[in-house]
Structure formats: structure tokens, C-alpha cells
């Protein structure tokens, strides 16, 4: 598995709008790639043969977007490489029930954005580490991450990190990871209306703090 600090993309500030256009054109680059993968496919067919070692396809081809869901989700280094080895092991052992035809990702996504939210809720059953606090955890985490050197990216990624849980996590699918409303619905097992709310929130209260960047796009 690869390190996380070769994995995580910071903030890519093309404009001060805050839509996705403020974040990293690399995910729009990296969707279309997925639509369409004849070498996807075959491993997935091989690996429902049998074939174990046609999974490494899988595991280098979405191991970086997949560490990247789960660090914004849990904030920690270390708990998102667990993460995604989990969801990675978790998608091999029940890859008979997968859809032949259908893209892996999307199902690698789900996975591991519901590993990361049970981790939340178990870190708040069992009183570990208080993760709404974004200060404290921000500082440790960030020595195993690519700093963010533009100040006004790292701002942009401490107001989101300041918004409620599932504010913060939809936000953050949606504006940093490109995922759409759909998408997001089915990964966090909420409502397509629960989630439009949850960004409606978001994007007020990022608008409120960040008021002096905000370049007025609202889509």
C-alpha cells in the first residue's frame, strides 16, 4: 500500500468561487479516466475467476483517491491507510457479489466512506479523540501530509475542517473529492435531499467565513 504522503492532494486555488472550480482539477482528469477501462474490466473478470493477482490493478488504480476519501472523512494519517487497506481487503472478499460491467469505483468509494464514518462513530461511543476539535488533530496529522503552502488554500481547508460532521464530510466530498449529489447520497447511505441540505449548510457558513474570497459563484 502506498504511503499517504504520497497520496493526498491538497487544495488547487484556480479561482476564489467557492465551487468546485477552487479545488483540483486532477478529479475531473481522474473521472473520465474511469468511465471507460477495458483493462478495469478484465481484472475485475479475473479476479471473479480467481485470479488473486489481477487485483493489484485494482488496488494501484484507486488506492490514492481512495486514501484521500478516507483521511478527509477521519483527519489522521494512520487511520485512513487502515482504512482503505480494510476496504480494499473488504471489496476482495465479497467481489462475487460485484456487478459485472459496473465500475469499481464507485463501490470502492461507498466502502470506504462507511469504514470512515463507523470509525466516527465509534471514536465518539468510546470518548478517544474529540475530532470536531480541528486544531489539535490538524497539527499532528499534517506531519504525515504534503503541507499546503498556499495560505489561502490552507484557509479554505480549515474553514471546511470547522464545519459540523456531516457538513464537513459532505463538503469536502463534494468540493474537494468532485463527487456529485448522487454520488455522495449513496456513499454516505443518506438521502439526495439530506445531502443538498447538508451542502446548502456547508456552503453558508464557508461563505461567512471566508467572505473576503468568496468570488460569488453559486453553483
Known amino acids: 500500500m502506498m504511503s499517504a504522503t504520497s497520496m493526498f492532494g491538497g487544495a488547487s486555488l484556480g479561482s476564489l468561487a467557492l465551487d468546485r472550480s477552487v479545488f483540483t482539477a486532477e ?17 475485475i473478470t479475473a479476479v471473479k475467476a480467481g485470479d ?8 494501484t488504480k484507486y488506492t490514492k483517491r481512495v486514501v484521500s476519501i478516507a483521511w478527509g472523512i477521519v483527519r489522521n494519517a494512520a487511520d485512513a491507510e487502515d482504512l482503505a487497506q480494510e476496504a480494499f481487503v473488504k471489496a476482495y472478499e465479497n467481489i462475487a457479489r460485484f ?4 465500475p469499481f469505483g464507485p463501490w470502492i468509494y461507498r ?13 465518539k461511543r468510546f470518548r478517544h479523540e474529540e475530532i470536531t476539535d480541528a ?6 496529522d499534517r506531519a504525515d501530509l504534503p ?7 490552507a484557509r479554505i481547508d ?12 459532505v463538503a469536502r466530498l463534494y468540493l474537494v473529492e468532485q463527487f456529485g449529489h448522487t454520488e455522495i447520497a449513496a456513499m454516505t447511505k443518506l438521502t439526495e435531499g439530506t445531502v443538498r441540505s447538508h451542502l446548502s449548510l456547508a ?9 473576503d474570497l468568496h468570488g460569488g459563484n453559486n453553483d
Do not use: C, F, W
Not at 99 to 102: A, D, Q, S, V, Y
Not at 111 to 123: A, E, F, P, S
Not at 135 to 140: D, G, I, K, N, Q
Not at 147 to 153: H, M, P, W
Open 27 to 43: 478529479r475531473a482528469q481522474t473521472r473520465s479516466a474511469i468511465s471507460e477501462d477495458p483493462i478495469e474490466a478484465r481484472a
Open 52 to 59: 488473486a493477482g489481477s487485483y493489484g490493478y485494482l488496488v
Open 99 to 102: 456487478k459485472t460491467g459496473e
Open 111 to 123: 466502502i470506504v466512506t462507511n469504514l470512515g464514518l463507523d470509525l466516527i462513530k465509534h471514536r
Open 135 to 140: 486544531a489539535p488533530a490538524e497539527r499532528r
Open 147 to 153: 503541507a499546503i503552502t498556499n495560505e489561502l488554500a
Open 158 to 169: 480549515r474553514a471546511i475542517q470547522s464545519l459540523p460532521e456531516m457538513q464537513r464530510i
Open 203 to 211: 456552503r453558508g457558513k464557508l461563505k461567512e467565513k471566508l467572505a
